[in-house]
């Protein structure tokens, strides 16, 4: 496994399947209307039970803007939190990447704002919406490295990237492992 210390806390990529994971908080690859799909949304979904869309549609009918992430408790899921993020879809959004590290930095924040010590992220927008999973992954370590080495709260966080596919979890170890020869 490979994982990186750095002040605020640690970062690793683990392969598997996210709905499983105990963490505090796991993050979906959210649609703008956060109106649930396929893929990690839809197991997040079909895991976590019907309460998660009820608060969705509740507290958030105008849904969320790609780049960003809303909060909300997380069913039946062993988490505590599901922090629904909305990445860029590729060929379709101007400046994905700026979006893309956006959705990340938004997923962080959320955290914090909810106390999180342990979470969880998929490979955002690198599934249906088609982002290059290598280019996804630099952006996304180097966002969790910057969160974490910003971080003023003085507690530590604990972050695995979750992939589902070896290809992808080796896209986001070569990552990390550039990140920390560089
Ligand atoms: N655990 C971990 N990773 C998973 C799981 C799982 N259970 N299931 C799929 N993946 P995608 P996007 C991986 O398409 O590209 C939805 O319909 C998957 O292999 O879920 O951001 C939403 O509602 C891929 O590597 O998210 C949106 O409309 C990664 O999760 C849209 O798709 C992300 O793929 C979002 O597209």
Redesign the pocket.
């Known amino acids: 496994m490979v994982e990186l210390r750095l002040p605020g806390g640690t970062v690793r990529v683990v392969q598997?399947?996210?709905?499983e994971m105990a963490v505090d908080a796991i993050v979906n690859?959210?649609?703008a209307h956060l109106?649930?799909?396929?893929?990690?949304?839809?197991?997040i979904h079909w895991r976590g039970g019907p309460s998660i869309m009820r608060e969705t549609r509740e507290r958030f009918p105008q849904g969320c803007v790609t780049g960003g992430a809303v909060t909300t408790a997380a069913g039946e899921l062993r988490a505590r939190y599901v922090i629904h993020a909305v990445?860029p879809r590729w060929g379709v959004d101007d400046d994905a990447a700026a979006l893309l590290a956006s959705a990340w930095r938004s997923a962080l924040a959320e955290a914090v704002d909810h106390d999180c010590a342990s979470l969880a992220f998929?490979?955002?927008?690198?599934?249906?919406?088609?982002?290059p999973v290598q280019r996804a992954a630099a952006i996304a370590v180097g966002e969790v490295a910057d969160a974490l080495a910003a971080s003023r709260s003085g507690k530590q966080i604990d972050v695995s990237i979750?992939?589902?596919?070896e290809s992808?979890r080796e896209a986001y170890e070569g990552a990390l492992r550039q990140l920390e020869g560089g």
């Open positions: 598997g399947d996210i709905t690859a959210a649609n109106a649930g799909g396929g893929g990690v949304d839809g197991a990445g998929p490979s955002l927008s690198t599934g249906a919406y088609g982002f979750c992939t589902f596919s992808d």
